[in-house]
Nanobody, 118 residues
Framework: QVQLVESGGGLVQAGGSLRLSCAASGSTFGIASRGWHRQPPGNQRELVATISSGGSTNYGDSVKGRFTISRDNAKNLVYLQMNNLKPEDTAVYYC????????????WGQGTQVTVSS
């Protein structure tokens, strides 16, 4: 099992910045990609960004150029730097981790609220 704990959410004005962190613990050996998804109010969960163990990144179209994902493999941490935030970025942000252990497993954190005021 892998446990994920997010931190860093909060309330920010439009144009501001926040940095989210996600700490992984437990059976972390074999974790391949890490990522962030978000779920805006009344909408489905959507991709924000992913990063592979080798550092390759992928972003959702709505955050490209504003958000940056990074990871510290030694500390089992992943970060999401969010700049130029917009009210439409308001959502619960979830960290995830994908691990290959015979099969592919996906683990999720409990989520952290990000609210952007206009």
């Amino acid at each position: 099992q892998v446990q994920l704990v997010e931190s860093g959410g909060g309330l920010v004005q439009a144009g501001g910045s926040l940095r989210l962190s996600c700490a992984a613990s437990g059976s972390t050996f074999g974790i391949a990609s890490r990522g962030w998804h978000r779920q805006p109010p009344g909408n489905q969960r959507e991709l924000v960004a992913t990063i592979s163990s080798g550092g390759s990144t992928n972003y959702g179209d709505s955050v490209k150029g504003r958000f940056t994902i990074s990871r510290d493999n030694a500390k089992n941490l992943v970060y999401l730097q969010m700049n130029n935030l917009k009210p439409e970025d308001t959502a619960v942000y979830y960290c995830n981790a994908r691990k290959v252990a015979g099969a592919l497993y996906t683990y999720w954190g409990q989520g952290t609220q990000v609210t952007v005021s206009s």
